[in-house]
């Protein structure tokens, strides 16, 4: 069980919009840290995509954004591409833990 | 370009003990928070361990503490993972993974992951 919460799978057809959540609590999200979100494709290392809540790092398309209200967070994917299709992860600090957490991963198919 | 290679896994017995390292290049190594992250077969994430820029500070996840520790050579470029009384569920692909300029955990590049087979 993790300590943040995703759903298993998210789909949608190719140029959709689909969001992926992320819940938490008031040791984590709730008492300020950020979330971070990455993708996995098969077979490779994760890679971020969204950091500090909203932030893209340089090579993530604008596709991809992210928020964070509360003890949750939300990573949007607009015009969904058939590449798209991937594992996501959110993750953050958690204060009872002393340490980083991350979500259980949401697998996206793209239809 | 800014690369983490991996090496040391491979395959030990319930109880052995194993050292993964990381070679980092294309970056100040030292100015860098590094993790290690660790993905069980067919499943999620775990972040296991983490360690300042200087090494002075050292944080580890429950399922890892007293069992594994974390360091760095910044002389080297290279990070540790000594692993000691490993356990079938410590099995896994180890990632090391560089932390962004400011933060402790948002990973913004990550090694291609090494394996490791815990497993009489």
């Known amino acids: 069980q993790s300590v943040l919460t995703q759903p298993p799978s998210v789909s949608g057809a190719p140029g959709q919009r689909v969001t992926i959540s992320c819940t938490g609590s008031?040791?984590?999200?709730?008492?300020?840290?950020?979330v971070h979100w990455y993708q996995q494709l098969p077979g490779t290392a994760p890679k971020l995509l969204i950091y500090s809540n909203n932030n893209r790092p340089s090579g993530a398309p604008d596709r991809f954004s992210g928020s964070k209200s509360g003890t949750s967070a939300s990573l949007a994917i607009t015009g969904l591409q058939a590449e798209d299709e991937a594992d996501y992860y959110c993750?953050?600090?958690?204060?009872?833990?002393?340490?980083?957490?991350f979500g259980g991963g949401t697998k996206l198919t793209v239809l | 370009e800014v690369q983490l290679v991996e090496s040391g896994g491979g395959l030990v017995q319930p109880g052995g003990s194993l050292r993964l390292s990381c070679a980092a290049s294309g970056f100040t190594f030292s100015n860098y928070a590094m993790s290690w992250v660790r993905q069980a077969p067919g499943k999620g994430l775990e972040w296991v361990s983490a360690i300042s820029g200087s090494g002075g500070n050292t944080y580890y996840a429950d399922s890892v503490k007293g069992r594994f520790t974390i360091s760095r050579d910044n002389s080297k470029n290279t990070l540790y993972l000594q692993m000691h009384s490993l356990r079938a569920e410590d099995t896994a692909v180890y990632y090391c993974?560089?932390?962004?300029?400011?933060?402790?955990?948002?990973?913004?590049?990550w090694g291609q992951g090494t394996m490791v087979t815990v497993s009489s």
């Open positions: 993750q953050s600090y958690d204060s009872s833990l002393s340490g980083s957490v």
């Open positions: 008031s040791s984590n999200m709730g008492a300020g840290y950020d």
């Open positions: 993974a560089k932390a962004r300029m400011g933060t402790t955990f948002a990973f913004e590049i």
